[in-house]
């Protein structure tokens, strides 16, 4: 049995894992779940997650799940992948350590609510959006992206020096989140353009471009019908958002 990947590409973390994956032309099966669509639609999913959630990977009877970089890491060490991604030099692997521990706690933690505020929450509420709320998560992340500029990127090609890494991958992916409800993080930020330009190019743009696709039509996830008990059980959560 071959490798199987659960992924939704409205995720970010599914989407530094698909991209990975192709662009390092590992063999896979693209398992596409669609967790807005409810339980029917992430059945095989919760084959793998108890909690049915991803990403998740199954080799054979080998499953991770809920937790990207541990599926990175899996995938750069069984398919021995080029060293750049996740260097075997002790310091350059420990930049990336760096950068992904960091992350979370900035870049993660910011970019990903433009999209609820923008498109998640008036579709599971019906409530308006909350311009002030939106004002407060763009300033957060302006800090976090200045002190990204000028903590990891500085003046290199990438964020641990002239070659790519996860770090670069899962940092782009996020912020691509803002972009596709229309806040352009990169239109006045010259330095974050050209790395995310160099991004695509190293990992291919047709790719790049394949992946984001249902980030950046994200619109049309207003028509989709969204599975009533899901919409049941997370409307009263997001309204908390919304105080």
């Given at each position: 049995?071959?490798?199987?990947?659960?992924?939704?590409?409205?995720s970010?973390?599914?989407?530094?894992?698909?991209?990975?994956?192709?662009?390092?032309?590992?063999?896979?099966?693209?398992?596409?779940?669609?967790?807005?669509?409810?339980?029917?639609?992430?059945?095989?999913?919760?084959?793998?997650?108890?909690?049915?959630?991803?990403p998740?990977?199954?080799?054979?009877?080998f499953?991770?799940?809920?937790?990207s970089t541990?599926?990175?890491?899996?995938?750069?060490?069984?398919?021995?992948?080029p060293?750049?991604?996740?260097?075997?030099?002790?310091?350059?692997r420990?930049?990336?350590?760096?950068y992904?521990?960091?992350?979370?706690?900035n870049?993660?933690?910011?970019?990903?609510?433009?999209?609820?505020?923008?498109?998640?929450?008036?579709?599971?509420?019906?409530?308006?959006?909350?311009?002030?709320?939106?004002?407060?998560?763009?300033?957060?992340?302006?800090?976090?992206?200045?002190?990204?500029?000028?903590r990891?990127?500085?003046?290199?090609?990438?964020?641990?020096?002239?070659?790519?890494?996860?770090?670069?991958?899962?940092?782009?992916?996020?912020?691509?989140?803002?972009?596709?409800?229309?806040?352009?993080?990169?239109?006045?930020?010259?330095?974050?353009?050209?790395?995310r330009?160099r991004?695509?190019?190293?990992?291919?743009?047709?790719?790049?471009?394949?992946?984001?696709?249902?980030?950046?039509?994200?619109?049309?996830?207003?028509?989709?019908?969204?599975?009533p008990?899901?919409?049941?059980?997370?409307?009263?959560?997001?309204?908390?958002?919304?105080k």
């Amino acid at each position: 049995m071959g490798l199987e990947l659960y992924l939704d590409l409205l995720s970010q973390p599914c989407r530094s894992i698909y991209i990975f994956a192709r662009s390092n032309n590992i063999p896979f099966e693209f398992k596409h779940v669609e967790l807005f669509k409810g339980p029917s639609k992430s059945e095989d999913a919760g084959k793998v997650s108890l909690l049915k959630k991803v990403p998740a990977l199954k080799d054979g009877d080998f499953t991770l799940a809920e937790c990207s970089t541990a599926i990175l890491l899996y995938l750069s060490r069984k398919y021995n992948t080029p060293d750049h991604w996740y260097p075997s030099d002790i310091q350059k692997r420990a930049r990336v350590d760096e950068y992904l521990s960091w992350h979370h706690a900035n870049i993660r933690a910011n970019a990903p609510k433009t999209m609820w505020i923008k498109v998640l929450i008036p579709l599971f509420t019906g409530q308006p959006l909350p311009s002030e709320k939106l004002q407060e998560v763009m300033e957060g992340l302006s800090t976090s992206l200045k002190q990204f500029e000028e903590r990891f990127l500085q003046d290199k090609a990438f964020i641990i020096g002239s070659e790519i890494s996860l770090a670069d991958l899962v940092a782009i992916v996020e912020l691509m989140q803002p972009v596709g409800v229309g806040c352009d993080i990169f239109e006045d930020r010259p330095r974050l353009r050209e790395w995310r330009r160099r991004v695509e190019d190293a990992v291919g743009k047709e790719l790049f471009f394949q992946a984001h696709e249902m980030i950046l039509n994200i619109k049309e996830l207003s028509n989709i019908q969204i599975d009533p008990q899901l919409k049941e059980q997370l409307a009263p959560v997001l309204m908390k958002l919304l105080k």
